[in-house]
């Protein structure tokens, strides 16, 4: 699986941006997808991650109820919808793919990075 992540941009506090990930390959109905965000001089962090069918989530308490994971297998394509973004945001996200849920969630186990997108909040 091949991902490759967009939507990344300069953005006002408060404001909204929804990241996309698209995959190539036949088998990305069968992974469990994430996002994880890596801001300058820190370290990489989970974000958010969805099951492979989309019905379970799961999301880091600093984005709960500002940003939604949702995925569309249909078009190998998973989203993340930034709501209310603040200037701790700003990072570059990297979509990822692993087994399970909790592979991404509990272990850290990823078989697939993309390359990552910059999402820029400013004051």
């Known amino acids: 699986v091949q991902l490759q992540a967009s939507g990344g941009g300069l953005v006002q506090a408060g404001g909204s941006l929804r990241l996309s990930c698209a995959a190539s390959?036949?088998?990305?109905?069968?992974?469990?997808m994430g996002w994880f965000r890596q801001a300058p001089g820190k370290e990489r962090e989970f974000v958010a991650a969805?099951?492979?069918?989309?019905?379970?989530?799961y999301y880091a308490d600093s984005v709960k109820g500002r940003f939604t994971i949702t995925r569309d297998n249909a078009k190998s394509t998973m989203y993340l919808q930034m709501d209310s973004l603040k200037p701790e945001d700003t990072a570059v996200y990297y979509c990822?793919?692993?087994?399970?849920?909790?592979?991404?969630?509990?272990?850290?186990?990823?078989?697939?990075w993309g390359q990552g997108t910059l999402v820029t909040v400013s004051s």
């Open positions: 990822a793919a692993g087994l399970t849920i909790g592979a991404i969630v509990r272990d850290n186990r990823l078989d697939y």
């Open positions: 390959g036949r088998t990305f109905s069968s992974y469990a």
């Open positions: 969805i099951s492979w069918g989309g019905g379970s989530t």
